[in-house]
Every structure is written in C-alpha cells, then in structure tokens.
C-alpha cells in the first residue's frame, strides 16, 4: 500500500506502462552503443537511423496511448515494426563489425523483451475490445 502512495500520479497513462519504460532504456542503450561510431558519414547516417527506429517504439506507445483501443492497437503494431527495424540494423552493425557479438546479443535480448511485452498488451487490449466494440454497435443503432 505505501507504493501506491509512493507512486506519482503521472498526467499521461503512457508512463504507466512498464513497456514505455523498456522502450525509454533501449533508447537510452542504442546512444550509448552509438555514441563511439566512427567519423565516416554512412556509419553515422546508419547509427542516426538505429537511433530513430529506436524512438519509434516509445513514440508509437505514447501516441497510441491516448487514442481508442483500436487504434492504441494499431501503434502498438508500429512500435512492433521499429522493434523489427532494429532487428534488422542490429544484425546489419554485427555483420559490419560496428557491434560486437555481445552488444547485438545485448540488443536482440531486449527487443525480444519488448516485443513479447508489446504482444502481451496487444493481446490484453483486444480481447477487453472485443465485448466493447459489440456493446458500442448496439449504442450506436438505438
């Protein structure tokens, strides 16, 4: 009880969920993993590009947050979709040697995390929808 006393009350629902915060501190980790990239312009180009995939995701969750669960559904799919975009420009800075073999399995560690997180809240958020969408549909007809 003296947590939930503890516990700001936050303004915007978005900082409650515990996924926005994982978002925050993968942003956090690709800036410091970045931070060293080399002077050459395409790898510093690739690494800005990391970072704004990496802002996706809690961009996504914080947007969607504040619409209907329908479309709060639809950018948790988004924050999906930059999730897979560093999936992708991980293995690509692995493959290039500008991330160690512990840095990607450090990153593909938490966006494995992120994305099981995203699903779970998905799949909470459709199936309180559901019944929801139904009763709204004979709100609209009377």
């Given at each position: 009880m003296e947590n939930e006393q503890e516990k700001p009350i936050t303004f915007f629902r978005f900082e409650d969920l515990r996924i926005y915060h994982k978002a925050l501190e993968y942003i956090n980790w690709a800036y410091s993993v970045?931070?060293?990239?080399?002077?050459?312009?395409?790898?510093?180009?690739?690494?800005?590009?990391?970072?704004?995939?990496a802002n996706g995701i809690a961009l996504n969750i914080a947007e969607g947050s504040s619409r209907n669960k329908s479309q709060f559904v639809y950018y948790l799919k988004m924050?999906?979709?930059s999730v897979r975009e560093c999936v992708v420009l991980s293995t690509i800075a692995q493959n290039?040697?500008?991330?160690?073999?512990?840095?990607?399995?450090?990153?593909?560690?938490?966006?494995?995390e992120m994305t099981k997180m995203i699903g779970a809240l998905i799949g909470s958020l459709q199936r309180s929808t559901r019944p929801e969408e139904h009763?709204?549909?004979?709100?609209?007809?009377e």
């Open positions: 970045s931070k060293n990239s080399k002077d050459d312009p395409y790898v510093r180009f690739f690494f800005e590009r990391f970072i704004s995939s924050a999906k979709s290039r040697t500008w991330f160690s073999k512990e840095v990607y399995e450090d990153s593909k560690n938490h966006l494995m009763s709204n549909d004979e709100e609209e007809t």
